[in-house]
């Protein structure tokens, strides 16, 4: 869906970005990681063409982007920033459906779009339709930028920082909603941020930037396993990496499968990572967790064993994609 090769960017006697050669296939969410600089916000407005780059190439859907009309390029892709752009003097509903009236859908197509999203985002139409921005929280500011940006259901959505303002709660339950978003519509993603948790957590792949180049880039998985210099490791978290990692795994991937009678012990769902795991465990002060299926019925167990021993495995192997 999206490919840069040998793409450079210069502002003058700087170059802010480097020769770089990325291919993001359609349906996946790719995150641009690294210092504040790095040239990741640049790579990302050159694909939507708000800044023009100088050499390389740009391919969008098998199409070069200079054979897209800009504007028309911009309206059918989603883009997401970090303080929404919201109009001030336009309500909820008429922020959302910009890009169809642009696109001259019917008024009766444009209000049942605007609808639907608005649900699906958990801004119930009835409350929130005719508010303006400034009566909104940020969380619900943020949703509504998302709702314009999927308006016109795009291909390719573009989010710059798009949650970096808000605070740290408001901020994991808007991830965990653009997760559930990601897994129902398959958008072509392209995210930047400076959290790499937030990057961990969202990704499929992981392109890490320093000094307008791309230094790394691969499955979270792939880079936690085997960082490929001690820019990346520090960046992935350094000691914690394997934290980190742990919470890219689910328990159901590592427990022992067992029948429904086991020991009375703490109990942790199948779908969990191994990171809470770890959590669980130690607040427990126990080495072992009774697996449960979503109706709470026992269906395995994890050991502290186990996992140490699949890690030990894991580090010995080539990292799974």
Not at 17 to 43: E, N, Q, R, Y
Not at 45 to 64: P, S, T, V, W, Y
Not at 156 to 178: C, H, S, V, W, Y
Request: proline fraction near 5%.
């Amino acid at each position: 869906m999206i490919e840069l090769a040998h793409v450079s960017k210069r502002f003058g006697d700087e170059t802010a970005v480097d020769d770089i050669s990325l291919h993001v296939p359609k349906g996946k969410f790719c995150a641009l990681v690294g210092t504040s600089g790095c040239g990741k916000s640049t790579t990302l407005r050159m694909i939507n063409r708000l800044i023009e780059h100088n050499e390389g190439d740009i391919i969008l859907d098998g199409q070069a982007i200079e054979a897209y009309d800009p504007v028309k390029l911009r309206r059918r892709i989603g883009y997401v920033i970090q303080h929404t752009g919201l109009f001030p003097h336009w309500n909820v509903a008429r922020n959302i459906g910009l890009v169809p009236r642009l696109l001259k859908w019917s008024v009766a197509d444009t209000q049942a779009r605007v609808a639907e999203l608005m649900n699906l985002l958990g801004l119930p139409v009835s409350e929130f339709a005719h508010k303006y921005p400034h009566q909104l929280s940020g969380g619900q500011a943020q949703r509504v930028g998302v709702a314009r940006a999927l308006a016109a259901d795009p291909d390719i959505l573009l989010m710059d920082e798009p949650f970096g303002a808000l605070d740290p709660i408001t901020r994991e339950k808007l991830q965990d909603e653009l997760a559930k978003l990601q897994a129902r519509l398959h958008k072509t993603v392209v995210f930047v941020t400076h959290d790499m948790d937030e990057a961990l957590k969202l990704a499929d792949h992981l392109v890490v930037m320093r000094e307008g180049r791309i230094v790394q880039q691969g499955t979270p998985l792939a880079l936690l396993q085997q960082p490929n210099d001690p820019f990346v490791d520090s960046l992935l978290g350094g000691l914690e990496r394997g934290l980190k990692q742990a919470a890219l795994t689910r328990v159901k991937d590592h427990m022992t499968s067992m029948g429904p009678t086991l020991p009375a012990q703490s109990r942790i769902p199948a779908g969990f990572s191994v990171r809470q795991a770890l959590s669980m465990m130690l607040r427990d002060h126990s080495d072992r967790l009774t697996v449960v299926d979503q109706h709470d019925v026992p269906v395995g167990e994890l050991t502290l064993r186990r996992i140490i021993k699949e890690a030990q495995l894991d580090k010995g192997s080539t990292p799974r994609e």
